[in-house]
């Protein structure tokens, strides 16, 4: 009897660990089922969360953000009284391809007309262009004419030191020369400033604001620092003959004032061309009295 009772014990018992067995699988299953189901969730989240952000679900996708062309550093008119605040040209929406044509007038004769090259110098010919809007440059002096060939204009307070309340870095400086070998004669090479060009001129340099040098002689330095910005077109004339100007001490030692006064009338930029500016040489028109 006590045998039998003991075969039933055991019996019963691998029948309940049977079922224990049975169940504890069925519950591993089920987790597992219910961890996979959870982390599919958790990846479609991050997928829809994903492209929510990037604007999948938009009803008109977003415009990426307008890139600055220009960098316009601000500049303390309290400090430097020679500056004259009359705001700054956008940064955006410049634009960078053909050209526009400046204009001046001057009581030395004229008009002297150039192209201002918007893909070379975007920067420069916007600030020209801007304050040519704010008639920054009328009744204005050309205080110089340099030792290097230039009329030297855009400076309302006629020190060298002043502009607008604003400056911008160096964009269109041409390479100095290559140096030829030793044995053999330098190639002759084109000045890196022709006579014509119009070329931004800062204090200190690098630092432009209104300042421009219009070169009435080619200009060739070991190494050049002037932003270049368009040529002239015509009038070139008018430049030269006041190239020919005596002058006199500007106060500092150095003779590069014009001894007759050279006044701005008015200094205008039209709108932009679509033709780039031509190659040929800068041309010469009669000039007003």
Known sequence: MASSRDRQRKLARAKLDRQLARRAAAVKRRR?????????VVL??????????????????????????????PQD??????????????????PTAGTRTMTVTTNQGGPITADLDLAAAPCGAASISFLAGKSFYDNTKCHE????????????SGSGIGGPAYS???????????AS?????????PPAYPKGTVA????????????????????????PGYTIVGKVTGGLDVVEKIGALPTVDNGSGAKVKPKTDVVIKTLTVGEPNAVPAATSAPAASPSAG
């Open 145 to 156: 004419i340099t030792t290097e060939g230039a009329l030297r204009c855009g400076d309302p």
């Open 32 to 40: 597992q089922i219910q961890a996979g189901v959870g982390a599919a």
């Open 181 to 189: 070998p030793s044995a053999s004669p330098a190639p002759a090479q």
């Open 77 to 94: 008119a309290t400090a430097n009284t020679n500056l004259k605040d009359v705001g700054t040209p956008p940064t955006t929406g410049l």
């Open 200 to 223: 931004m001129i800062g204090n200190p340099p690098g630092s432009n604001g209104s300042q421009f040098l219009i070169f009435f002689k080619d200009f060739n330095p070991p190494t």
């Open 44 to 73: 479609a989240l991050i997928v829809v969360g994903s492209a929510w952000a990037l604007g999948a679900f938009d009803s008109e996708p977003k415009k990426q953000a307008a890139e600055d062309t220009c960098l316009w550093t």
């Open 168 to 178: 911008f870095y160096n964009e269109n400086v041409p390479t100095a020369p290559e």
